[in-house]
């Protein structure tokens, strides 16, 4: 009954304050506040947002979009998370590999885009690479974190009883690595939503975001705040589902089960 209770001042708080946040924006619009016509009031990109969503164009460029962002991700697990356990199951591995991976995830996958456009043209491929690019970091660095606080006497005790590798991992590795392996996906999917939509922005692959940059060649400012908020309320959706599904998936673990 508790739990309900405060679901419901969340709900009704966030009601609260998108409503002052739109009362505001569209203030802000009428009165030109920003100049040039810069930000259009709410009630006019709301007009535009629904016209756009009866169109076929529209919705291509949605499922474009999610496309584009599943297959990266989906790429980017695959990669990660078994190579997270492999290095960071050995000292060895993660003493050689640290400075690599160190090096590689703080080049801002943007400054790549170039390099990939240049060597996979502007399709899928080239923005699926990138997104895989992008999202892998985060990922394999929880995974690698993940391994690294298993504790050394339940290693000990788990190569004392020669518990086969199987097992041990089913039973002592991926229980220990999981909260650390979700929270790392849900990360890796708002950056693979990012990158998907630099990339069509920027080089033109198809999208939101490249009905974004015909919308500003055209001066429809209008179009290209609303086709900004789908992109934000995607990222929230995307965020949420990740969220839930993080908490029913390890409902099992103590610190979720504390309500974390």
Known sequence: MTRRRDTGRQVAAAAVAIGVVLLLWEVLGRADALGHDVLPPFHVTAQVLFEAARTTIFWHAVVDTLVQWGVGLAGAIAIAIPLGLLIGSGRLRQRFTRSTIDFLRTIPPVMLLPLFVL??????????????????????????????????????????????????????????????????????????????????????????????????????????????????????????????GERRLLAWHPSYAEGH
């Open 119 to 244: 060597v996979w043209g502007t399709g899928l491929r080239m923005v699926v690479l990138l997104s895989i690019y992008a999202a892998v970091w985060p990922m394999l660095t929880q995974t690698i974190s993940g391994v690294g606080q298993i504790e050394q006497q339940t290693l000990d005790t788990v190569t004392i009883f020669r518990i086969n590798p199987w097992r041990r991992f089913w039973r002592v590795l991926l229980p220990a690595v999981s909260p650390f392996i979700v929270s790392g996906v849900r990360v890796s999917a708002v950056i693979s939503l990012f990158i998907a939509v630099v990339c069509e922005l920027v080089a033109g692959s198809p999208g939101l975001g490249q009905l974004l940059a015909q919308s500003q060649v055209s001066g429809n400012t209008a179009l290209m705040v609303a086709l900004i908020c789908v992109t934000g309320i995607l990222g929230m959706v995307i965020n949420a589902l990740f969220r839930s």
